[in-house]
């Protein structure tokens, strides 16, 4: 009983290594897109073929990072807004965008896993991620409402326009070396690819306030 413990516990630091390898490959290649399996068994010190024995592929890994990604948006929001009442729809916009930009790793999955993720993997992980990233999307949905004038449909509608913008602007903000290169040649195009947060504050606030005021219309 103790060596199946202690093997378990083995199985689990190997898997978080390979996790904490793939945000550090994300980081530095710019993006989730350019990571492979290879690549993160190297980084994490594993043989190739030890992979499966912690991940089916990399789209259940990936999946793994973006349900820790929804836990840990959460805990930033709440934290953010511990002790703070009476927000207007402009400042819960502005909670929602930096509190979301300082999870970077997180806007880039939120581009993968409605378009390769979740559909990739077994039918009980897929259900376990739905079933947290709904449990967290329902926490932050009631930590802004508690804290601010919105109503909880208008912060629903908030977060959804949120996850959209994010997942896009994420991308277009961190563009590919040819793109990059595009942007330094035609400078009118690259303009959309700057100032992720701030583009993504404006944006936010707007849609707040013409929520805000349709309810009140």
């Avoid at 550090?24 to 989730?32: E, I």
């Avoid at 992980?125 to 079933?131: G, M, P, V």
Wanted: glycine share 6%.
């Amino acid at each position: 009983m103790q060596r199946r413990a202690r093997s378990e516990e083995a199985k689990l630091r190997r898997a978080e290594d390979m996790l904490d390898a793939a945000r550090a490959l994300a980081a530095d290649r710019g993006g989730v897109r350019h990571i492979t399996l290879a690549a993160v068994t190297e980084a994490a010190g594993l043989h190739p073929s030890a992979v499966r024995r912690y991940f089916d592929s990399k789209e259940e890994l990936l999946l793994e990072l973006a349900e820790r990604g929804w836990n840990q948006w959460r805990g930033t929001l709440t934290a953010h807004l511990a002790d703070v009442s009476d927000l207007t729809p402009d400042q819960t916009a502005a909670v929602v965008a930096t509190t979301l930009a300082a999870q970077p790793l997180f806007c880039d999955l939120l581009t993968h896993v409605p378009l390769s993720l979740e559909g990739e993997v077994g039918l009980e992980r897929a259900r376990r991620f739905k079933t947290n990233s709904f449990a967290a999307f329902d926490a932050v949905v009631e930590a802004l409402t508690t804290a601010g004038s919105m109503t909880a449909a208008q912060v629903q509608d908030l977060i959804t326009v949120a996850l959209g913008l994010a997942a896009n602007l994420w991308q277009v903000s961190h563009p590919t070396p040819t793109l990059a290169e595009l942007y330094a040649q035609e400078p009118r195009w690259g303009h959309v690819a700057l100032g992720f947060e701030p583009r993504l504050t404006h944006l936010l606030q707007a849609t707040a306030r013409g929520l805000a005021a349709a309810e009140s219309a």
